[in-house]
């Protein structure tokens, strides 16, 4: 029996234990060894030379290298000038950044640490490793009250309760890995793509199909969380050779996963993505072009909104009740 298999019998085995939810959520990223699909050896090699020669005219003329994540590949589809002032401005960290931060954290120990946890003692540990970090995450931590602490702890602890009512046991024989890097790079360093899964379950067996890629989010659902997923299809494909089984949104305080299955055509579809968003960002970093502007939701907490006249109209509409 090979490991994917073995990873497939597990998944599929009934377990009593499991609340319904948890049991609606395996039964949805859980894909039968004999649907998944084998591909072809030769799959990554084309990409990866699809996406060189989409960039190959423009990376000559750039001093820096240009690192492209899915945060860029958003905002090229969304306001370019909310992008070009977001690069303009140094990044600080907020409260609601830190509660994904230690939940993630907190996912990764309870896979890692023996005995388990409890859901406030494993944010307990989280928040404890990151602030003795000696990162800008630490320091941002060191500079709350003790309240605004104690009132993340108790945010996390709730979200991580939830997700343990409803996200099925995480074994280790599934093979469960958490903020996974994948990265590539193309003309010798000058383009790279990068990512990081929250949480990856299963592996490929050679050119047959077997890794779940799970993204956990902690806000509310929105249209490009799926592209995200994409993206790391792509990139899993261009790293590894093989794409993977499925990919899964899921929204921790609802306890709901939104699952898309792989194909060919999806990963082609998020190369075509991928190559025009790079293409766009170097003609703006070369100033070949305007920054498009765009207004949409981001106008409300946009920093430049206040100089930006479609934003401030798109604003006053949407106060009105008026927009979409
Ligand atoms: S206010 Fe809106 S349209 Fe203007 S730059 Fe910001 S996001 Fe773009």
């Not at 290298?65 to 070009?84: D, M």
């Amino acid at each position: 029996m090979t490991s994917s298999d073995q990873v497939s019998k597990e998944l599929g085995s009934a377990d009593s234990a499991l609340t319904p939810a948890q049991q609606e959520t395996l039964g949805l990223i859980r894909l039968p060894a004999d649907q998944r699909t084998t591909y072809e050896a030769t799959l990554r090699h084309e990409l990866h030379a699809a996406l060189e020669a989409a960039t190959a005219d423009l990376v000559g003329s750039i001093d820096e290298p240009l690192w492209i994540s899915k945060r860029q590949l958003q905002a090229v589809n969304g306001c370019e000038a909310l992008y070009e002032a977001q690069q303009a401005e140094p990044f600080e960290w907020r409260i609601p950044m830190t509660r994904g931060q230690i939940f993630h954290k907190c996912v990764e120990l309870s896979i890692h640490l023996f005995p388990k946890r409890t859901a406030s003692e494993l944010v307990d540990e989280a928040l404890s490793s990151m602030m003795n970090r000696g990162d800008g995450l630490a320091d941002f931590l060191f500079t709350l009250t003790e309240v605004e602490r104690a009132e993340i702890r108790s945010d996390v602890a709730s979200l991580l309760q939830t997700f343990f009512d409803t996200f099925p046991p995480l074994k280790k024989a599934w093979g469960p890995t958490t903020e996974l890097p994948r990265k590539v790079v193309l003309h010798q360093g000058k383009v790279v793509f990068q990512g990081r899964f929250d949480l990856t379950i299963g592996q490929p067996s050679e050119l047959t199909a077997g890794r779940v890629l799970v993204e956990l989010k902690t806000g509310r659902a929105v249209p490009h969380h799926l592209d995200d997923l994409r993206f790391y299809a792509l990139l899993e494909t261009l790293v590894v050779g093989v794409p993977p089984a499925l990919l899964a949104s899921f929204y921790v305080d609802a306890g709901r996963v939104q699952v898309e299955h792989v194909d060919e055509d999806t990963v082609r579809s998020a190369l075509r993505r991928a190559s025009d968003a790079a293409e766009r960002l170097l003609h703006l970093r070369l100033e070949k072009t305007r920054a498009a502007v765009r207004p949409n939701t981001s106008c409300r907490w946009c920093p430049i909104a206040n100089q930006c006249e479609p934003g401030q109209a798109w604003l006053e509409e949407a106060n009105d009740g008026s927009a979409w």
